[in-house]
Nanobody
Framework: VQLVESGGGLVEPGGSLRLSCAAS????????MSWLRQAPGKGLEWVSG????????YYADSVKGRFTISRDAATSTLFLQMNNLQPEDTAIYYC?????????????????WGQGTQVTVSS
């Protein structure tokens, strides 16, 4: 199983980025998918999750109204549209997959992980 994130970068406060996570060698339509992040010197934070069918999404309070999670079953890709980015959003962003759940803040809560993509919000 491979999860490969892309789309990170440097953006000014108020800007936008769209992260992608390409999944391979996994039954993409059967897994719950999540985005998590780890800011410098801090622990993992669950950011958002989407059910296997894509019908229900969940967000941490810190990103609600600014981030949108989505998935494309045809390409086995997970997305995170991030708008109105703020310096406190600076972190390494990871996608993670699990067959039964999402919402945990530990690597042990997920079956599969990507390598992460850096998002830096700074003027």
């Amino acid at each position: 199983v491979q999860l490969v994130e892309s789309g990170g970068g440097l953006v000014e406060p108020g800007g936008s980025l769209r992260l992608s996570c390409a999944a391979s060698m996994i039954n993409f339509s059967s897994v719950f998918m999540s985005w998590l992040r780890q800011a410098p010197g801090k622990g993992l934070e669950w950011v958002s999750g989407i059910t296997s069918g894509g019908d229900t999404t969940y967000y941490a309070d810190s990103v609600k109204g600014r981030f949108t999670i989505s998935r494309d079953a045809a390409t086995s890709t997970l997305f995170l549209q991030m708008n109105n980015l703020q310096p406190e959003d600076t972190a390494i962003y990871y996608c993670a997959a699990d067959y039964t759940k999402f919402g945990g803040n530990s690597r042990n809560d997920y079956e599969y992980w990507g390598q992460g993509t850096q998002v830096t919000v700074s003027s």
